[in-house]
């Protein structure tokens, strides 16, 4: 059973900095892009950030240039390095992962098909 836990988020105030964690567990052969998105109260989800399996990133415009996302494959987690944070990054923050589990038969393994996996949700509050 594949799993996406998030970690870091909570209250800073205006001009602050968070720094957001996503592990992905279980029986993981790779991990394809991972994500971030967000969703703010009685707003649509929206992506935040994106980085490849080869580290290539791509950010939404409000968050360019305050917002960081990077990758350790070697332990299955993402980050979000959020920076000069607004009241307006206020929301509920999502990791999502396209990941390839291991599938065992008898003996043997082999790679299954990608399936993307969504963690449950951190708070982040940017608040006075």
């Known amino acids: 059973q594949v799993q996406l836990v998030e970690s870091g988020g909570g209250l800073v105030q205006p001009g602050g900095s968070l720094r957001l964690s996503c592990a992905a567990s279980?029986?993981?052969?790779?991990?394809?892009?991972m994500r971030w998105y967000r969703q703010a109260l009685g707003k649509q989800r929206e992506l935040v950030a994106g980085?490849?399996?080869?580290?290539?990133?791509n950010y939404a415009n409000n968050v360019k240039g305050r917002f960081t996302i990077s990758r350790d494959n070697a332990k299955n987690t993402v980050y979000l390095q959020m920076n000069s944070l607004k009241r307006e990054d206020t929301a509920v923050y999502y990791c999502?992962?396209?990941?390839?589990?291991?599938?065992?038969?008898?003996?043997?393994?082999?790679?299954?098909?990608?399936?993307?996996?969504w963690g449950q949700g951190t708070q982040v509050t940017v608040s006075s």
């Open positions: 999502n992962a396209d990941i390839i589990s291991r599938l065992f038969y008898g003996g043997s393994m082999a790679p299954g098909a990608p399936v993307n996996y």
């Open positions: 279980g029986s993981i052969f790779s991990i394809n892009a």
């Open positions: 980085i490849t399996s080869g580290g290539m990133t």
